[in-house]
């Protein structure tokens, strides 16, 4: 595995690949692991997240490996990918979604050991009714993303420069 950091407007992100794809992105600088400049996937990885901060890309589109994770937590992370930019669901309706109705702890959980977070979306994912809970992140950058989100969806969306 292969670590680069990059930086971004939430702090320093270090992205990790293997020979399949980008599997891991980590909301610091990871610690006691050699970090190389980015290179193959890393490179594309931290193009696509700039492009993405600067609200000028709305859909990933990396070779991505996810080894590990329950059938029910990889039903989630895939579900994540679904949700459209620029918009939310409720753990209850993910849970729904992936046909577990009563599972909406269970999402929570899953969002938490999502291992690509921001490519793989969980900070879309919020509480009933629409309120700000839960972000390995921290809630400060799940509140940056959905509102860079909301901002460059209304922009797209009504022509707005």
């Known amino acids: ?6 930086d971004s407007p939430i702090g320093p992100l270090s ?8 599997c891991g992105l980590r909301f610091e600088a990871v610690e006691g692991v050699e970090v190389a400049p980015p290179s193959g996937a890393l490179a594309a990885a931290a193009e696509q997240l700039s492009a993405y901060f600067a609200g000028d890309l ?7 490996s996810v080894r590990r994770g329950s059938e029910f937590e990889r039903a989630v992370w895939h579900r994540m990918t679904t949700i459209p930019y620029g918009r939310t669901e409720t753990y209850g309706e993910v849970a729904a979604a992936v046909g577990d109705p009563g599972g909406a702890r269970a999402v929570g959980v899953a969002c938490n050991r999502n291992p690509i977070a921001v490519i793989v979306p969980c900070h879309r994912i919020v509480g009933a009714g629409g309120k700000l809970v839960g972000f390995g992140g921290g809630l400060p950058r799940k509140s940056f993303l959905l509102e860079l ?10 022509a707005v420069t």
């Open 15 to 22: 992205l990790a690949a293997d020979e399949t794809g980008v």
């Open 58 to 64: 709305t859909d990933f589109d990396l070779p991505l």
């Open 1 to 6: 595995m292969r670590w680069s950091v990059v």
């Open 149 to 158: 989100e909301a901002r460059v969806a209304f922009q797209r969306d009504w």
